[in-house]
């Protein structure tokens, strides 16, 4: 497995102290254009994007609205300072207005990524505009931040396309303070107009995987440029770091943080009741009561989580176990499936079930993405096993064997719920996705061999246990796992074995789930070093302009 090397010309940076931050490094005025192949290509392709744009989406209500955002036709309101707002209101009588930070996240995994550092920016007084390039990024957006929204603090599209006259469109109507980019998606022009508009571009919780790498390399002279555009690069990990330098970063611009994957992303939206009825319930089944008071223990364990009050913890999983009626089952989860993935998984569940004493166990299936969901509940069926579905308004009852929840905006009730949490992406070549958030309420991880996009994570939550991955070598049980063959190379044996371990002794779970939300609580940190690094950068060119 990849290993997350520690040991680099950045080390020394690792702390993130805004100490080391070199202020001269983000004086530069210079201007880095792509080259003129970029800009033809670009040309060229912007009415093909448009094609696909409209093959993709003329179906759905906000098609038009899309086309207008992605084309700078039509953008809404910025956002505005609001009385109603305590906290926005005693910054704006202090003179304070922190002005307007545009984020870019590509899609849901970056938008749930960089939650927690927009919710800090909007506690400190920043107006946001944020950007999705993705439909499920938009609408994760639009849930995650809908009061924000609503309040106007926050202003939402989909990211402009890279077209130099509609980036000049966008940049004029949102008059940004500064720019992030979340992980690694950029765009040659944005970042060559934010320079001419002397506006800094910060690339957070950047991250660079040794592919992604090869393939910017074979667009070297794009990639120079966008690197030498950035004013400042906050890298998750020193591998990331070191192949941003390859591409043309100077070290004076990097900053090595570590990941925001580890803060704990506090839900906004809660369980909808209005889809599950008490009559439609079987007596062991979920109750419209129990869904309610069920989200209010995910809130509940989330704070108990940042106090680090790992038995509070606990006692609120027996809780929510108690409120979902799977007493005395185990329970465990496959989230955030991909296509490939969950006829692998709906395999092991009925080899469980053939065990004796595994006979009574419980999948919860959580696809990663909404237009999958009749896709997955036909291949339940195919499975002959028993299915019921969290969108037909059917509870978990004792003939359940599979629970559909397609659902949205409820994954991290279905991952406080179970005894294990199998986390999607993994088992086929998609990079993996957030292991923390199990980890952080006290649930053990398992993932397939494909983690390159959280691999620094992977190795943290397996060193204590709370995470396992075939093969992996920093993986230390937190006790002996006695059912698992030592001799087994195979990665899908080694997987259900360890599956079957730890739905087998529940004891040991509990061990390896405090573990892993030991180590979350331990690396809350990141989010302010982050923080403190994009407000030393707006800081110095405020200075600057007034200078």
């Known amino acids: 497995m990849p290993s997350s090397d ?14 080391s931050v070199n202020s001269t490094s983000f004086m530069r005025h210079a201007v880095y254009k792509p080259p003129a192949y970029y800009q033809l290509a670009i040309g060229l392709l912007k009415p093909l994007y448009r094609l696909q744009v409209w093959r993709r989406s003329h179906k759905r209500e906000n098609y038009q609205q899309e086309v207008e955002q992605r084309f700078g036709k039509n953008y809404p309101s910025v956002p505005v300072t609001s009385a109603n707002d305590t906290v926005i209101a005693a910054i704006a009588q202090s003179n304070a207005d922190k002005g307007i930070i545009w984020c870019h996240a590509v899609s849901l995994g970056e938008t749930n990524t960089v939650a927690p550092l927009l919710d800090k920016l909007l506690a400190e007084g920043y107006r946001i505009w944020l950007t999705n390039t993705t439909q499920t990024g938009f609408a994760r957006g639009a849930s ?16 402009p396309v890279d077209s130099p006259a509609v980036i000049e469109q966008f940049l004029d109507h949102v008059k940004p303070t ?8 950029l765009w040659a022009n944005i970042l060559t107009k934010l320079s001419e508009y002397r506006i800094p571009s910060i690339l957070v919780n950047g991250r660079l995987s040794a592919s992604s790498f090869k393939s910017y ?3 070297n002279a794009v990639s120079s440029s966008m690197m030498k555009n950035l004013t400042l690069i906050i890298a998750q990990d020193n591998d990331s770091a070191k192949r941003f330098r390859q591409l043309g970063a100077d070290s004076a611009q990097i900053r090595v943080a570590g990941s925001l994957k580890w803060v704990i992303n506090t839900p906004k939206t809660s369980i909808s009741t209005t889809n599950v009825s008490k009559s439609s319930a079987p007596t062991s089944s979920i109750s419209q009561a129990n869904l309610l008071d069920s989200d209010e223990v995910v809130a509940e364990m989330k704070v108990s989580n940042a106090a680090g009050e790992r038995s509070e913890i606990l006692d609120q999983k027996v809780k929510l176990v108690n409120d979902f009626g799977v007493i005395n089952r185990p329970v465990w989860v496959a989230a955030s499936t991909h296509s490939g993935e969950e006829e ?31 896709e997955v509940a036909v291949l339940i069926e195919k499975s002959e096993l028993t299915m019921t579905r969290r969108s037909a308004n059917e509870g978990i009852n004792l003939e359940t064997q599979v629970y559909l929840a397609d659902s949205m905006g409820e994954l ?10 199998l986390v999607g992406g993994s088992l086929v070549d998609v990079g993996g996705h957030n292991p923390v958030e199990p980890a952080s309420v006290a649930t053990p991880v398992i993932m397939g061999g494909y983690t390159q996009s959280c691999q620094v994570v992977v190795d943290k939550l397996s060193e204590v246990g709370a995470l396992y991955q075939p093969n992996n070598t920093f993986y230390r049980p937190t006790a002996s796992d006695g059912l698992i063959d030592a001799s087994e190379s195979n990665d899908a044996v080694l997987i259900y074995q360890q599956l079957v371990s730890w739905l087998s002794n529940l004891e040991l779970t509990k061990q390896a789930g405090q573990a892993g939300e030991q180590m979350t609580v331990q690396q809350q940190a990141v989010l302010t070093r982050q923080f403190t690094m994009i407000e030393d950068v707006i800081e110095q060119y405020a200075k600057q302009e007034i200078l």
Request: glycine share 2%; hydrophobic share 45%.
């Open 344 to 374: 692998t998984v709906l395999s092991w569940q009925k080899q469980l079930l053939s065990n004796p004493a595994l006979a009574n166990t419980l999948l919860i299936i959580v696809p990663r993405h909404p237009e999958r969901f009749d």
């Open 178 to 185: 500064v720019a992030l980019f979340v992980e690694t998606e």
């Open 144 to 159: 995650r931040f809908a009061d924000d929204i609503a309040q106007g603090r926050m202003s939402h599209s989909y990211v």
């Open 6 to 19: 520690t040991s680099s010309d950045y080390s020394s940076q690792a702390t993130g102290s805004v100490d």
């Open 412 to 421: 991290m009730t279905w991952y406080a719920l179970a005894d294990v949490a």
């Open 217 to 219: 390399q074979k667009i």
